[in-house]
């Protein structure tokens, strides 16, 4: 069945620690997106690729990185994890279809990565 | 530059009653527009999704939503909400990406 997956879902973790948020997807798309999401709050774009080694930043700087070498995996990586990276990471993917199509930009989520920065 | 307005950020609603979540919109051309549910914990699952045509869009779980281009709206119903309606309530504009809302916090009193 065509899904897009998320690891660790919850994730505790000291200050300093270098941590990988996994993402991989089934559906074949070629984009791909990072979400910042705190608790109550908007989403907030981190990062986002068109397709194999290609990597954009969002609207919100992150102190993150991410790396697009296979059209299924987008994985998230904090080298050093600090206290204010504590929020829920969500990943999404979409099929660009062509703009005036049903499909354009609609973008289908993984259940997220809670994360917490002790 | 496109941006969602949501301007409830809590709406509380009794088991049965009628909902109804506003969205308004600013972008420059004919929108996409959708709305997202997220319930606590999890990702964001698409109720519906507004791209031309049919200024009435049906979606899943009940919910309907009505495009209106001179009110620059796009808000979401629900004729009777059920107790799993709680939840948070995404609007979102589309241009090369999506901008959301500030989410609509929903909670359903028996």
């Known amino acids: 069945e065509a899904d897009i997956y998320q690891t660790p879902r919850y994730l505790v973790i000291g200050t300093g620690k270098k941590i990988t948020l996994e993402c991989s997807q089934t559906?074949?798309?070629?984009?791909m997106y990072w979400y910042q999401q705190d608790p109550g709050m908007e989403l907030h774009l981190i990062h986002y690729?068109?397709?194999?080694?290609?990597?954009e930043k969002g609207d919100l700087s992150s102190e993150s990185t991410v790396s697009r070498i296979r059209t299924e995996h987008f994985p998230l990586t904090l080298e050093s994890a600090r206290p204010s990276h504590t929020s829920q990471y969500l990943c999404?993917?979409?099929?660009?279809?062509?703009?005036?199509?049903?499909?354009?930009?609609?973008?289908?989520f993984g259940p997220g990565t809670r994360l917490t920065v002790l | 530059a496109q941006s969602v307005t949501q301007p409830d950020i809590h709406i509380t609603v009794s088991e049965g009653a009628s909902l109804e979540l506003r969205c308004n919109y600013s972008?420059?051309?004919?929108?996409?527009l959708f709305w997202y549910v997220q319930s606590p914990g999890q990702g964001l699952q698409l109720l519906l999704k507004?791209?031309?045509?049919?200024?009435l869009v049906q979606g899943i779980k009940g919910f309907e939503a009505e495009f209106k281009r001179s009110q620059s709206s796009f808000n979401l119903r629900k004729p009777s909400v059920h107790w799993s309606d709680a939840a948070e309530y995404f609007c979102?504009?589309?241009?090369?990406?999506?901008?959301f809302g500030a989410g609509t916090t929903v909670t359903v009193r028996a």
């Open positions: 999404a993917s979409s099929d660009p279809g062509t703009s005036g199509s049903s499909s354009y930009n609609e973008q289908f």
């Open positions: 507004y791209f031309s045509g049919d200024t």
């Open positions: 559906m074949g798309h070629d984009k």
């Open positions: 690729s068109y397709g194999v080694n290609s990597t």
């Open positions: 979102a504009v589309s241009d090369y990406k999506l901008s």
């Open positions: 972008y420059g051309a004919t929108p996409y």
